[in-house]
């Protein structure tokens, strides 16, 4: 097959092997000498170990633990405050502190029961509420920035404003449900340990081994098996198993396996940070915006893991698209005695997207001004700065995606037709909601160059067949399909030719993590590059090699001490409307209608990118009222998926999409991000639409039946 | 992973299989949904059964609908997606079963399962109570017919014999004409979710004036909530109510529906919605049969 247009669709390279049920995932692999692993964990969630007593184990049973960990007791991510055992402390419900191996699942489980850990009980801080409130105390901030407009400035522009409006805006958790749950396998060799398993970054996994196994850089190797799903679920949570099973089979000298079953996954594995947001904005007698203070709280859970950067993000994004007169920022990961809270699609930018179309949504109606008519008095063009005085460079489409779907929706004429209906129907009630999102693509300022520097290879054999050899993971997102497109057009060969292992450490050079939507647009960039560089030395019937590193777009610097410059590359943009019902005696959510307007510089796969669309939203669109779940004294309370309620086909309808064309130079064929800009605009856009429909404000999300039903309880109430 | 597993029975006839169960206790699978998931035992190892399990799901005598007189007769282990094929099961319990996991467990799930699976939940149980549904037992030594409100006690308690099966739902006199019933399911989404309120009206009106009555509430409670007192009460009145009945009626069941939080829903919520459903089918102004 031969690409014309880079858009077009071709067959998924995993696509029979998915499609056929044969593509084995961690758990179908059986190796040779492999036992497995269960985690003892901790049933309190703040305390100091006193003791443990094992039971007797069987033979062929052994207990693996702090003590037999070669490196330092923590899992390398950004800080060390995170054991792979803990041996003094526990900090949440959940929290590893042993493992047993052997070769019976049943007599493990059994033994497990009979593990007697006895911990010295103290005071938790289980909510993030309560955080907020002993902020000062030690070790309670894990993370904070503070940027914009200097204070004394807004405290002017305050004194002399018509009225000063201050919100308070909840978001809950997020909880990933990949398909496949999380997996890791450890292959014992006398002179390497292997590790595979389902994975979005090798080479953390990798540097995380190293670590803890005290080891040199060819004593362990990652490999990644197939993966059903990431969302950022397999961002950094994956090496902390990496950890159990490398230590362990390093331990027993046997194999280890270890995989989580849909109940532990749901409450011992990240999940996206619960936040509350603080706005407080001047406005004018008409209702202009004079000034806007944001203020941030992230609850971290139980170690900072990544949740500083996920804080970065969560502020960049804390203005929106809007272009907003002195705008002041700050904000907080404060620690809990839950979960660790970690990477998700999106990375902050979701809970910020969330609040500041809520707000401005409740400014408009202030204002009393159409909602998208007054955010659209403050969208931001092309050359204006960034909130961090950086600078939007490219080109915005974001008027002509508003028109476009104002007309396609017949936005004006719906809302006529709503409010005839709830007039006359006592029970449902319709509404229409938009939201406005962009998405920075890649790494928060300068990460590209200066942490991640990604490397590609490609290698061609004497055949012609030309290898990707990148870190990349394919979580099903499409990268072995898209990537090979980018490089087999730019050689001129078939689609067929070019070939995506798996990555193995052994082979592949470090290209980066698989996050951020940075995949197309960094690594397909250098693919791209490489294969130019492999086209103009090609030589048949040899073998050939190129490699290509990244190079860094002019921009301003970033300042992450200032919290200035550029905080991205280049922004992916997006526009939503959803159509709903609302059922007002049960207050049950139908959505009717969805469209999705995005910019994203060039779609490398149409189907590839409709996939993401689909997904992005139901995914987005689920997280403002429907998925819950819920924490109790440190405990997660939906265990299974019906309990925490993801969107079935019944729950999403068909989406309207289109994609707009404005190519980025920096990336292939004009290509940005994609995968997390999809998912952004669903919640803010579903919350202005339920608002719609019942004449109210909701400052939280998810807003779920339960708060309905008290709302309009409350509402009654007011109106006696 | 099949590990040395109790006893299992699966006997071509029923008469088998009801002397099979007079000798031993056994564990009677229908479809098994409810059973795979009750005694599932974490990832990686076989099911763990109590008691030697005897399948009943292929047995054609409980896979029948026919009618008797005006009464219909289901057999237990008619599917779901059986059910919904057939003719001579009411729209309203169809309505119901839709409502009902997804496809492929609908393809396994039976009605007699849900029954003697008891749970709050159980979907097709508020419309079956309003029914009047009457099961028949059916052991070595004869049949048993009992009402279903006697013959469930509460969560996964039921009142059978150790040797007997549900061989048959019965719903007497469906097929009178004029019954309006409605069924609401509140989940958290659109399928594949467990109720957090259930609610079954059947109202029968003769000119105007009710002839007869019924409600019941799911997941509210540990069995359904029905109160033949509150229904006698409305015997007699003339559509549409008066607000001082409707007020009496939805007063009356709020003291007796009591649910509770988890991690589902809350009891505030579960409680108001149940009183908003019913409030709402007792303010219709007409009721067309179905
Ligand atoms: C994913 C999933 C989703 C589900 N969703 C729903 C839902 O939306 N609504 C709902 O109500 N339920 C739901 N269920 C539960 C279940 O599917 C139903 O309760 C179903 O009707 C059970 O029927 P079965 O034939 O599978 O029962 P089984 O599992 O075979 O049996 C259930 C119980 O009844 C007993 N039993 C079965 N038949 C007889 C008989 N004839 N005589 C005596 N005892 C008998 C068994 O011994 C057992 O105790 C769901 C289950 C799953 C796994």
């Excluded at chain 1, 880079?6 to 084995?24: A, R, Y």
């Excluded at chain 1, 109606?365 to 961090?388: C, F, H, M, S, W």
């Excluded at chain 2, 508020?126 to 549904?133: C, D, E, M, R, T």
Aim: hydrophobic residues 40%; glycine residues 8%.
């Amino acid at each position: 097959m031969s690409l014309k247009d880079i858009s077009t669709s071709v067959p998924k390279k995993d696509h029979s092997g998915k499609v056929s049920g044969q593509l084995p995932y961690i758990s179908d692999v059986k190796v040779e000498n492999m036992v497995y692993g269960v985690l003892v964990r901790s049933q309190v969630a703040y305390g100091k170990i006193i003791s443990i007593q094992l039971p007797n184990l069987p033979e062929g049973y052994e207990a693996v633990g702090a003590e037999d960990i070669p490196g330092p007791n923590f899992v390398k991510i950004i800080k060390e405050d995170q054991p792979i055992f803990a041996n003094e402390w526990v900090n949440y419900i959940g929290e590893p502190i042993l493992m047993l191996v052997g070769k019976d699942l049943n007599i493990l489980y059994s033994l497990l029961k009979e593990v007697k850990v006895i911990i010295e009980e103290h005071q938790a801080i289980y909510t993030l509420d309560e955080a907020i409130k002993q902020k000062s105390a030690a070790g309670v901030i894990m993370a904070s920035y503070e940027f914009g407009e200097s204070l004394e400035t807004v405290s002017a522009i305050e004194q002399g404003a018509h009225q000063i409006i201050e919100e308070e805006y909840d978001t809950g958790y997020q909880e990933h449900v990949y398909l496949e749950p999380q997996g890791m396998l450890a292959i014992y060799k006398d002179d390497e340990i292997e590790v595979q398993g389902s994975m979005q970054c090798l080479y953390y996994i990798k540097n995380a081994l190293l670590s803890a196994l005290a080891c040199g850089d060819d004593e362990v190797r990652v490999v990644q098996s197939p993966t059903g799903g990431g969302f950022g679920g397999k961002e950094e949570f994956p090496s902390m198993m990496a950890c159990h099973v490398a230590v362990a089979a390093r331990a027993v000298k046997k194999s280890v396996m270890l995989v989580f079953d849909r109940s532990e996954d749901m409450v011992v594995t990240t999940k996206r940070h619960p936040a509350k947001l603080n706005y407080r904005t001047a406005l004018d007698k008409v209702g202009n915006i004079l000034s806007l203070s944001v203020e941030i709280f992230l609850d971290g859970g139980a170690n900072v893991g990544l949740s500083s950067v996920v804080l970065q993000r969560a502020l960049i994004n804390s203005a929106g698209v809007y272009k907003i007169p002195h705008f002041h920022a700050k904000g907080y990961v404060l620690k809990t005695n839950t979960v660790p809270n970690g990477a998700f699609r999106g990375f902050g930018a979701p809970q910020s997207f969330a609040g500041i179309e809520s707000h401005l949504g409740h400014l408009s109606k202030l204002a009393n001004i159409e909602p998208l008519e007054y955010k659209r008095k403050y969208l931001v063009k092309q050359g204006d700065p960034t909130i961090t005085k950086g600078i939007f460079r490219d080109p915005i489409l974001v008027e002509d995606m508003i028109e476009d779907l104002l007309k396609t929706s017949e936005y004006k004429k719906k809302k006529q037709e709503f409010q005839r209906f709830n007039q006359q129907n006592l029970r449902y009630k319709k509404g229409i909601g938009t939201s406005l999102f962009l998405h920075g693509c890649g790494f928060t300022g300068s990460g590209e160059r200066d942490h991640i520097k990604a490397t590609v290879k490609l290698v061609k054999s004497k055949d012609g067949i030309v290898m990707l050899k990148i870190s990349n993971s394919d979580m099903g997102q499409g990268i072995l399909t898209t990537l090979c497109k980018i490089v087999a057009k730019e050689l001129d060969l078939p689609y067929e030719d070019v070939l995506y292992p798996y990555p193995d450490t052994k082979v592949v050079p470090d290209s980066g993590p698989t996050v951020a939507s940075r995949t197309t647009m960094i690594v397909g960039k250098l693919l791209e590059r490489a294969a130019k560089k492999l086209k103009a030395q090609w030589q048949s019937g040899v073998d050939q090699e190129v490699v290509e590193h990244y190079v860094h777009r002019e921009m301003i610097p970033w300042d992450e001490k200032t919290f200035t410059g550029d905080a991205y590359p280049a922004y992916s943009w997006g526009v939503n409307f959803v159509e709903l019902e609302v059922d007002t005696l049960t207050g049950n959510v139908k959505l009717e209608k969805v469209y999705g307007n995005y910019e994203v510089g060039k779609v490398i796969d149409d189907r590839i990118m409709k996939g993401q669309i689909d997904g992005g939203l139901a995914q987005g669109l689920a997280y403002g009222y429907l998925e819950k779940m819920t924490s109790k004294q440190g405990k997660i309370q939906q265990k299974s998926i019906s309990d925490y309620g993801p969107p079935t086909s019944l729950d999403v309808v068909p989406i309207e999409s289109k994609v707009f064309d404005n190519p980025y130079a920096d990336g292939p064929y004009g290509a940005k991000g994609a995968g997390e800009l999809t998912l952004i605009g669903g919640a803010p856009a579903v919350q202005a639409a339920i608002e719609d429909a019942l004449h109210t404000t909701f400052q939280q999300i998810p807003i779920t039946p339960e708060v309905i039903i008290e709302s309009l309880w409350m509402k009654e109430g007011e109106e006696g | 992973m099949v590990e040395k597993m109790t006893a299992t029975y699966r006997f071509d006839r029923l008469e088998q299989t009801l002397s099979q169960l007079n000798r031993e206790d056994c564990l009677i699978m229908a479809g098994g949904t409810d059973i795979m998931v009750l005694h599932k035992s974490g990832r990686g190892v076989p099911l763990k059964l109590p008691k030697p399990l005897i399948f009943i799901d292929h047995l054609s005598e409980l896979k029948q609908v026919f009618q008797n007189h005006k009464d219909i007769h289901i057999g237990a282990c008619c599917t779901y997606s059986e059910l919904l094929e057939h003719p001579l099961i009411p729209v309203s319990l169809k309505n119901a079963i839709k409502t009902i996991a997804a496809p492929a467990i609908r393809n396994r799930g039976t009605l007699g399962g849900n029954i003697c699976n008891a749970s709050p939940a159980g979907d097709t149980l508020p419309l079956l109570y309003v029914y009047n549904a009457k099961l028949l037992l059916r052991s070595v030594t004869g049949d048993r017919i009992v009402e279903i409100s006697d013959f469930i006690q509460g969560p996964r308690r039921v009142q059978r014999y150790q040797n007997e099966i549900l061989a048959e739902i019965i719903l007497p006199s469906v097929l009178e004409e004029g019954a309006y019933v409605v069924f609401e399911k509140v989940g958290n989404r659109n399928a594949d979710a467990i109720a957090k309120v259930g609610f079954a009206g059947y109202i029968r009106i003769n000119e105007a004036r009710i002839e007869d009555v019924r409600f019941a509430f799911g997941a509210v409670g540990p069995t359904m909530v029905r109160s033949i007192d509150i229904e006698r009460k409305l015997v007699g009145k003339t559509i549409p109510l008066a607000d001082a009945d409707i007020v009496q009626v939805v007063a009356g069941f709020d003291k007796i529906i009591r649910p509770i939080d988890d991690q589902r829903s809350t009891a505030t919520y579960r409680k108001t919605v149940a009183l908003n459903l019913l409030r709402y089918f007792l303010s219709m102004k007409q009721y067309q049969a179905n």
